[in-house]
């Protein structure tokens, strides 16, 4: 893949949005954040506010504490469009308890003026498609 100055830069906003979970700004995530967005994960559907995100972001039940990404897909479909997918690595804190998760991730950009504000978001835990690892034996 040939890495253009829009894929820098979705990298980098995609980058500055993980950040401000690090250091819990509400400021940062809650501009990154359209009006309305979407977001998807094993929690369910849902649609959020800048506002909302940036008051989960300061909720006090979990920690970000490290991420690293790898196998960095964008695509811009339109000029105005940048959807970005990538593996995750998060080391976390929630309810005081060390934590790491594995997920695979995307998240749709969209440019307004000259920002850019994240209008999908998905996170779906890393491991076997059908959840076998995850399915409880019942007796």
Known sequence: MTTTSIDKEILAVEREYWDSM??????????????????VGAQGVSTVSGETIGEMVKSDGWKLKKYDFSDVKITNPTPDIAIIAYHVREELEVEGKPLTLEA????????????WVGVAHTESVAGDPFGRDRVSKVK
């Open 22 to 39: 690090v250091t819990k700004d509400p400021k940062v995530a809650s501009r990154l954040t359209a009006d309305e967005s979407v977001i």
């Open 104 to 115: 695979n991730d995307t998240t749709t950009w969209l440019r307004k003026g000259s920002n």
